[in-house]
């Protein structure tokens, strides 16, 4: 049919000609959708700011040749505003956004489109450190694309824990004996950590000490970037 409905999370926007934008979104029916939202850079736009970064929408389309275009948006989620006001949330919020366009791409996942909907609802409300956010999706993400970090036992031998030698090319810990030159040693804190962000349990999170935030902050942007086979823009920035 050329009309269809679909919900869907704003990813990015660019600019298209004097007064459309193309849309990226993450929706719930066909994955990653890019389509043209027409006239919503005029200040009459009636449904422009549906469609900024961050925003969960239901929207109505219209199958286009090359891109289809958005008709009718209302807001189902409204982040935006408070993301974009504090510059870690936002960075956090861009590092999301990233990586879900990547991992969106091909057949349609609810579950991948529930993680970042509650990553940025998480985010928006302003009570957990945007960098554990950011964090904790991002493990839990690559975990629905079947690339769970082992963290309990050897990933080359089986070796029961505990163990804090993490090495990302072979996607987890290793025991002494199969360790590879280069590789860090973790604090047994930071194993707790990542457990704790890779099952979103947020109480446990919450007693990360620094020195575990910044090493798990580490392993996560590293081990991240290697299943995507490239880095994330949005992480060269900075940290948040």
């Known amino acids: 049919m050329p009309l269809y409905r679909e919900v869907g999370v704003v990813l990015r926007t660019q600019k298209l000609g004097e007064a459309d934008r193309i849309i990226t979104l993450f929706t719930r029916g066909h994955g990653i959708l890019r389509a043209v939202a027409k006239g919503v850079r005029r200040t009459s736009s009636k ?24 008709t009718q948006a209302s807001t189902l989620g409204s982040y935006g505003a408070q993301i974009t006001a504090d510059y870690d949330r936002y960075r956090a919020a861009s590092v999301i956004a990233e990586t879900a366009e990547r991992l969106g791409e091909g057949d349609p996942s609810e579950q991948q489109l529930r993680l970042v909907i509650g990553a940025l ?38 070796a029961e ?24 040693r973790l604090d047994p804190e930071t194993i707790g950590l990542l457990t704790a962000l890779g099952a979103g349990n947020w109480e446990d999170v919450s007693h990360g000490t620094e020195r575990a935030v910044d090493q798990s902050a580490g392993i996560v942007a590293a081990y991240t970037q290697w299943h995507l086979e490239r880095g994330l823009r949005a992480l060269k920035v900075g940290r948040a």
């Open 121 to 158: 609802r998480t985010l928006a409300a302003g009570r957990i450190p945007p960098g554990l956010v950011r964090d904790g999706y991002l493990l839990r993400a690559l975990g629905e694309a079947g690339w769970t970090p082992g963290l309990d036992e050897c990933v080359r031998c089986g």
């Open 161 to 184: 824990g505990p163990h804090t030698l993490f090495a990302v090319q072979l996607g987890g810990v290793v025991c002494e004996d199969c360790k590879i030159a280069g590789i860090p």
């Open 47 to 70: 449904f422009g700011a549906r469609l900024e970064p961050f925003m969960v929408a239901d929207l109505q389309c219209f199958e286009g040749r090359t891109l289809d275009t958005i």
